[in-house]
């Protein structure tokens, strides 16, 4: 394993496999398999449980972390060709190549443009950091993808035993006070496809899920014997549905326009997610967030409190599956 | 020992028994100890000595450590049951169980709110983190304690060969720009207390200690041979006084209100402990302050410079103090 | 070796002992050397490499390190006998002992206060610094220094199979958009005089190094057969040169002036070094710079980009170079 920067390089198998590794991890610690490698984390954007999952992970696999922030040091340049006579004092075609010189790999979180649909669509800017970092590349969220999320969330269900086939799994968009990234949706829509699960994007008029990541997760979907479909017609969605996977994000409609973004959420105040929702999904429907999450405006406190809430677990398993990925990038075989 | 939160939690002998342990490992190092143990460090507030003693504690013996704070991360919510549309896009019921879930040990920091007194000495907002964090506690600072520093407090009085019992111990009001937290004056008084010394406090009216802070502290010097008085007198404070322990604190008669606190404190500017202070002292009368200390306000330099001050001393032992918390909370035993 | 505060401190075997080690923790990882170590790390500004490198490195070797940033804390006091009823709430005098106390070994950031030249050449704050610290010091960027980038430098030059004798080094100032500490380009041209090379520092009027930089420069280029000169004239400059380093800093003329350093740098802006200046330069002529450095300003692309840019190797050097620092610091002989 060269990188881990999108789950869809892996094989549904491939997947099963590092989820095994990170099952092994939880139970039996090796607290010495990556003694003398060192984690390298760029975030510019801000984290609480992706800063904290790797850099716990990562101790106890014995390896250390180092983090560097954007407001620790000093803005840093993406454009081509600029003259850099600006506030930004570093180009990522500096910083990039030296931080990872120093380390055994490297994660970046960087969140979408959020202007060019398909230039945040296409991953512009993380393929670029991808040509710039000469050792092993983890995505801690790009543009349009969290592979650390979808490596957590399938072991989540794993764990909790959700059967991946004949089951029905609801990807639903809620409420927010501000235009989210695609990220999660993404990276969730493709996983739970590639699971084999029949999965059911609900969301409101002006918020499909762009053409290329339904395409994306429908061949997965192929691949694996799941499905795909997509509506705005909650009860359609929820009935049976055995996993409501909750998250927001900005109108694809109107993306990069914050104010017909806002004017169109504004009447959208419904998409709380509620326990009536559940009315007629499975008795025992679970409930996700991949976190942080805003209670009363994404979902209530009466289901993100209940038994069905698994959020907690999703979390916990972040660090769990990032152990796995570390393991695979950094422990030399035979050694 | 599942958390520390309190050092009225535990008896004279058990704080002594940490004690010392706290020498032994200043002596006889244990890098192996904490081997593959995971540290969480949530900052609701500053922090210079606490981060930088515990992540050297714990790397002393062999274990790693994470921090987190709101600047790096975003705001956390603390209110129950509130519509999350403002700053706070993640509440402490999802990120104190998320953190605990990644570490061995959790130590937080949230200064008091400093508006509702009772509130503050309820320690109403530290006994929710309690009941979200379901891994061992260490309270880095609440809005009316501060054991880490008490029990570095303690150790240093006894490095010191400062007797417990007949040795007058005062603690003293002084001035700031600011109306500062109850939470290290509050335990100062409780610890010396617990040690069996003499205890007076010695404030101008308008900042008397709260009652139930004083009860407390009273109780533990009846169970241990000790005393406890309050006055504003100073010479009657300091006459034969083995030890001065400085700290500024909020008016208690003004709890929450700034205009008032300011106006009374206008008028208490000689209440910069100074040398003069030390007339009537016993004659090795040593100096104490938890840091940061202002100078020049809080106490002249000339006292802080002088032989007497032992605050580099007790800033040296939060580290040791603490190594010896995290042993008794992570060490497996017979391991 | 007790301190790490000045390359001048060393004779030139003593670096090349230095470097030799640097060389072998480079090809042969030594993971448990400082197994229980404990850097500790003060930036008073702003970091990216430095930061990265020292943890990177130190863990490699089996320490750890901790970091504590003034944003991260509380303004620090530098000045002596003040009243501290301002904004910061502790004073270096407190700080430095007690992050000293936590730790085996102190680095300490702490950029020029670029108004009074005098003070700042004679390093007045850092003194300061080496007084306060009992432990061993490490100089992470000072006033008018910064020996860990020229022990960087100088590996680079050695791995690179560049020549000490007889060979042209260009330490050249470039554009810039603000007045930029003296601390690269002094440190530099001494590096490159104590290695014996045969150095020119090229830069407009104005901008002058100061007397007693070019005078201790001068000194090591007598000791060690190399030589040093002063010029405005690029092409006088340029003319075989091996090695250019580009560095923009402030006026000298002008220190502490920002409106006249503004004023005279306004007419510069072709000192941003591009391909035409290698034109009389030895055709296999390198380009040096500390970076971050400011594309289209300092450096062109085509430049940086070139086969002749060493500075990502200058970058990935600091971390072997600072191991060995860290190596004669901290490893106890014999163990």
Redesign the interface.
């Known amino acids: 394993m060269r990188d881990f920067m999108d789950l869809a390089d892996f094989s549904g198998e491939q997947v099963q496999d590092l989820i095994s590794l990170a099952k092994r991890l939880e139970t039996r610690?090796e607290?010495d398999a990556l003694?003398?490698k060192?984690l390298?984390l760029l975030?510019f954007n801000?984290?609480?449980?992706t800063?904290?999952?790797f850099?716990?992970?990562m101790?106890?696999l014995?390896?250390?972390s180092?983090v560097?922030?954007p407001?620790?040091?000093?803005q840093l340049?993406h454009r081509a060709?600029?003259?850099?006579?600006g506030l930004?004092?570093?180009?990522v075609?500096?910083?990039i190549?030296?931080?990872a010189?120093?380390?055994d790999a490297l994660g970046i979180r960087a969140f979408a443009g959020g202007v060019d649909l398909e230039a945040d669509i296409e991953e512009h800017q993380f393929r670029i950091f991808h040509e710039l970092c000469e050792m092993p590349l983890i995505n801690m969220e790009s543009a349009v993808n969290h592979p650390c999320q979808s490596l957590a969330d399938w072991k989540t269900l794993d764990d909790l035993g959700v059967r991946a086939r004949n089951t029905k799994f609801v990807l639903s968009w809620a409420q927010h006070?501000k235009p989210l990234p695609l990220a999660v949706p993404a990276a969730t829509v493709h996983m739970a496809a590639l699971r084999g699960m029949d999965v059911t994007v609900l969301r409101p008029e002006g918020f499909e899920l762009p053409g290329p990541v339904m395409d994306r997760a429908r061949q997965a979907a192929e691949r694996s014997g799941g499905s795909l479909a997509e509506t705005s017609d909650r009860h359609e969605a929820l009935d049976g549905a055995q996993v409501v996977y909750a998250k927001s994000w900005g109108s694809t409609r109107h993306y990069g326009d914050g104010h017909a973004d806002a004017a169109l959420r504004a009447g959208l105040t419904d998409w709380c997610v509620d326990e009536p929702w559940f009315g007629s999904a499975a008795e025992d429907c679970r409930f996700m967030h991949c976190?942080?999450?805003?209670?009363?405006?994404v979902v209530s406190?009466r289901v993100?409190?209940s038994p069905r809430s698994v959020?907690?677990q999703q979390?916990?398993n972040r660090?769990f599956a990032q152990m796995a990925v570390l393991y695979r990038l950094l422990k030399r075989t035979g050694s």
Request: charged share 20%; aromatic share 6%.
């Open positions: 610690p607290p003694r003398g060192v390298g975030f801000p984290s609480l449980r800063l904290a999952s850099q716990a992970g101790a106890r014995g390896g250390q180092f560097v922030t407001q620790a040091s000093w340049e060709g600029v003259t850099m006579d930004a004092a570093e180009h075609r500096e910083a190549p030296v931080l010189s120093y380390a006070p976190l942080p999450v805003r209670r009363g405006v406190d993100l409190d959020v907690r979390a916990r660090m």
